[in-house]
């Protein structure tokens, strides 16, 4: 499984990246590979106030749909409008197709999020 060690990840199968005081959010290759070819990516509604945990938006496949959650409390702002167009980018290159982008609430949160082991232990283990 493919997982860059410089990134954080949520059990619920989500990434991050910091970029400044914001986080990009995306889907781990792991995800796009349960999900299979990716046909939408959106209900990213710019401007919500997250929990952490909180769904923020959704991606479906030919074969599901499933959300995609916030992996700390933060306010999005901004929807990745690429992947609207053509949300295959996910299954392609899941880790620089980012799909919305997270202002913090408390940017220390990051820090319960796992790292690179503790995902694939996390997935191993089912």
Do not use: C
């Not at 005081?21 to 796009?32: E, F, K, P």
């Not at 945990?53 to 700390?72: F, H, N, Q």
């Amino acid at each position: 499984m493919n997982l860059p060690p410089e990134l954080k990840y949520a059990k619920t199968h989500e990434w991050i990246r910091a970029e400044g005081d914001l986080l990009l959010v995306g889907i781990t290759d792991h995800a796009q590979e349960q999900l299979g070819d990716l046909v939408y990516v959106g209900d990213v509604k710019v401007g919500a106030k997250l929990r952490a945990g909180e769904t923020a938006g959704v991606v479906e496949s030919v074969k599901a749909a499933s959300d995609i959650y916030a992996p700390v409390a933060g306010e999005v702002v901004a929807f990745n409008e690429e992947l609207a167009a053509s949300p295959e980018l996910l299954n392609q290159s899941p880790y620089t197709a980012w799909i919305f982008k997270l202002k913090p609430d408390n940017m220390a949160d990051t820090a319960g999020l796992l790292d690179a082991s503790g995902y694939q232990a996390a997935v191993d283990a089912g």
